[in-house]
């Protein structure tokens, strides 16, 4: 169930719809809010409408129906009032490969009518240390790997003070220390004010650094609100341990413990979404039926269960 748009959300759309020609709908009557200050994961599977809903919120494309607000202006209307104010990395950079990854920015950050050119140098260096680029500044762009390039075109939307970040599978070819630099500046970026809008495809990543997310599939909005909230949503799991597996998913189907699972030594199962059996009942249950019970509770739900309860789909959903 999707909540109302807030009025005072950073990134509103109502009603936001787009038909392609020949009738394809490629976003169907999204309501969308983004809480100013917040970190909002956008996840959706292959095809749902993700990219096409952040091309119309920047004003990359007009709509087919509906309205779309950032920064509390309507787009594509205010867009040159707006996007001096917005960051963005979408669908990958495409820096000059003839260039190094420092002139790039220079020349990026001297088409910015805004930007105060005693000051450009500097700013460009910030930004190649903030995305760890400085060692590789001078190297030219076309030597750069896919993670490398990556950067870049994050360092190129911090080049000035943002109210909105915009980003689009920001950790997209980075090894898992790149990742974790990134997530640590994200977080940063959110510390210091600026709003954080976050498409991945990566379940484990929207649920360590956003506060919010909403999912989309076919086009719809399905959910969204915090992320805690989405993930408490959807139901948690009984697991035991035991050498004695079959005894010990016959016992949990008896206490209404759908799907038992058995891998090796280990028996998990969803719990009841209504009226689930109290854990403590269960592991007599199990003792009393002879199961050696070697470790017994409850796992809290993530959001990855409550992305698959919802669409259907497991996590690799990119698109």
């Given at each position: 169930m999707q909540s109302s748009p807030a009025s005072d959300a950073v990134v509103e759309a109502r009603g936001l719809t787009k038909r392609y020609r020949g009738g394809q709908l490629a976003v169907d009557g999204l309501d969308l809010a983004v809480p100013r200050g917040s970190v909002f994961g956008f996840l959706g599977p292959n095809g749902s409408g993700k990219t096409t809903t952040i091309r119309m919120l920047l004003g990359l494309i007009g709509p087919s129906g509906g309205s779309a607000r950032l920064l509390g202006e309507p787009m594509p209307d205010a867009a040159r009032r707006v996007l001096p104010r917005v960051g963005a990395l979408i669908e990958g950079p495409a820096p000059y490969g003839f260039l190094s990854g420092r002139d790039n920015l220079l020349r990026l950050d001297a088409a910015d009518p805004t930007a105060d050119p005693r000051t450009r140098a500097a700013r460009v260096g910030e930004a190649l240390e903030r995305v760890g680029l400085t060692a590789a500044a001078r190297k030219k762009a076309r030597a750069y790997?896919?993670?490398?390039?990556?950067?870049?075109?994050?360092?190129?939307?911090?080049?000035?003070?943002?109210?909105?970040?915009?980003?689009?599978?920001?950790?997209?070819?980075?090894?898992?220390?790149?990742?974790?630099?990134?997530?640590?500046?994200?977080?940063?970026?959110?510390?210091?004010?600026?709003?954080?809008?976050?498409?991945?495809?990566?379940?484990?990543?929207?649920?360590?650094?956003c506060t919010h997310a909403a999912v989309m599939a076919q086009g719809r909005?399905?959910?969204?609100?915090?992320?805690?909230?989405?993930?408490?949503?959807?139901?948690?799991?009984?697991?035991?341990?035991?050498?004695?597996?079959?005894?010990?998913?016959?016992?949990?189907?008896?206490?209404?413990?759908?799907?038992?699972?058995?891998?090796?030594?280990?028996?998990?199962?969803?719990?009841?979404?209504a009226d689930p059996p109290d854990p403590a009942e269960v592991n007599a249950a199990l003792v009393r039926a002879g199961v050696r019970v070697r470790a017994f509770g409850t796992e809290r739900a993530s959001l990855e269960d409550a992305f698959v309860a919802l669409t259907g789909e497991g996590f690799d959903v990119a698109g």
């Open positions: 790997s896919l993670g490398m390039k990556q950067r870049l075109g994050l360092a190129a939307a911090l080049l000035r003070p943002r109210e909105l970040l915009v980003l689009d599978e920001p950790t997209n070819g980075l090894d898992p220390q790149g990742m974790r630099e990134i997530r640590s500046l994200v977080r940063e970026l959110a510390g210091d004010g600026t709003t954080v809008f976050l498409s991945s495809h990566l379940l484990d990543e929207i649920e360590q650094v909005l399905l959910t969204q609100g915090p992320v805690a909230e989405l993930a408490a949503g959807a139901r948690g799991r009984l697991a035991v341990t035991t050498p004695d597996t079959a005894d010990a998913a016959r016992v949990l189907k008896e206490y209404g413990v759908t799907d038992p699972t058995v891998i090796g030594d280990r028996v998990t199962g969803e719990l009841p979404p």
